[in-house]
């Protein structure tokens, strides 16, 4: 399976149209079909549903799909590691971060390491903890920002300084809004939206006690301002860190009993890091000691 025709199969499956690809890649048609099919050959399985003006991904297409692309990403940060390799520091790093106040620690480290190696860019990917371990894992990431709970056996990491606070975003037009802080019984009877990740669940379950059982979780979020949009257009009242203020239509009421989350950077405690990438941890472990 040769990186050229996963390249050929992305740009396939994202135009859904064998002539528009064929014309994007600059190779004919004739060329572009049969490389598909002689990968849908070597994998064993049909790969596109064809019609006679567009063909759509099997389940097996997306699979492939998902994969492909992660192996593209992959090829890809090798080859920007090694290019521009001279006496000055180049390159790229690649750091997951979920939503947290930490980030701003991590904001001021980038610009500070920026201001000695101007060459060196950073790729910022936004997620949950659980998928940034998994592009970790994959070696798609140099870097992880996760907000706790989190499982880091597998990890060395960095405890950030600053914690988060937990409380509910609703919109200000809400009789909770006129409250300083809310209890579990306070949120009886009104629709959450929540954290879909597992171990957030738990967290939550154990501060909102005997009341857990009697919730109503109207939906799940991993982006908090996407559930701040929800929370405007009245979907219900959201959960989470406090981040900002998205908007004067809403207000960020902190829970009671008082409801704080710890932030850690880790990074793959045998991974073999790029010059840039060990030099800005060294800088960040510096800074973080001093």
Same mark, same amino acid.
């Given at each position: 399976?040769?990186? &050229?025709?996963?390249?050929?199969?992305?740009?396939?499956?994202?135009?859904?149209?064998?002539?528009?690809?064929?014309?994007l890649l600059h190779i004919t048609q004739p060329t572009l079909s049969r490389q598909l099919m002689q990968l849908e050959d070597e994998l064993g399985?049909?790969?596109?549903?064809?019609?006679?003006? &567009?063909i759509i991904l099997t389940d097996d297409g997306m699979l492939l799909r998902r994969r492909a692309q992660e192996i593209v990403d992959l090829a890809e940060k090798i080859e920007r590691e090694f290019q521009n390799r001279n006496?000055?520091?180049?390159?790229?790093?690649?750091?997951?971060?979920?939503?947290? %106040?930490?980030?701003?620690?991590?904001?001021?480290?980038?610009?500070?390491?920026?201001r000695e190696?101007?060459?060196?860019?950073? %790729?910022?990917?936004?997620?949950?903890a659980d998928d940034i371990k998994d592009r970790l894992e994959k070696g798609l990431l140099d870097l992880g920002l996760l907000a706790e709970p989190v499982e880091i056996g597998r990890y060395d990491f960095i405890r950030m300084p600053k914690r988060d606070?937990?409380?509910?975003?609703?919109?200000s037009d809400s009789p909770l809004a006129q409250k300083q802080v809310v209890t579990p019984?306070?949120?009886?009877?009104?629709?959450?939206?929540?954290?879909? &990740?597992?171990?957030?669940?738990?967290?939550?379950a154990s501060w909102f006690g005997e009341y857990f059982e009697r919730i109503e979780i109207a939906g799940s979020f991993n982006l908090i301002l996407n559930a701040a949009n929800m929370v405007l257009n009245g979907v219900g009242?959201?959960?989470?860190?406090?981040?900002?203020?998205?908007s004067d239509d809403l207000r960020f009421i902190p829970l009671s009993?008082?409801?704080?989350?710890?932030?850690?950077?880790?990074?793959?405690?045998?991974?073999?890091?790029s010059d840039a990438a060990s030099e800005f941890l060294r800088q960040v472990r510096n800074v973080h000691e001093a």
């Open positions: 399976m040769e990186l &050229r025709v996963l390249k050929y199969f992305l740009v396939v499956a994202r135009e859904e149209n064998i002539t528009r690809s064929a014309q399985v049909q790969l596109f549903k064809r019609s006679k003006y &567009r006496e000055e520091l180049s390159g790229e790093i690649a750091i997951g971060c979920g939503e947290t %106040n930490s980030m701003s620690f991590l904001s001021e480290r980038i610009a500070d390491f920026r190696h101007p060459l060196v860019s950073f %790729n910022i990917y936004s997620a949950t606070i937990w409380g509910a975003l609703v919109r019984a306070d949120l009886m009877g009104t629709p959450l939206l929540m954290s879909r &990740r597992q171990q957030v669940k738990d967290e939550l009242v959201a959960i989470g860190f406090y981040l900002a203020d998205f009993p008082e409801l704080k989350t710890g932030t850690v950077l880790v990074w793959k405690k045998t991974q073999a890091y």
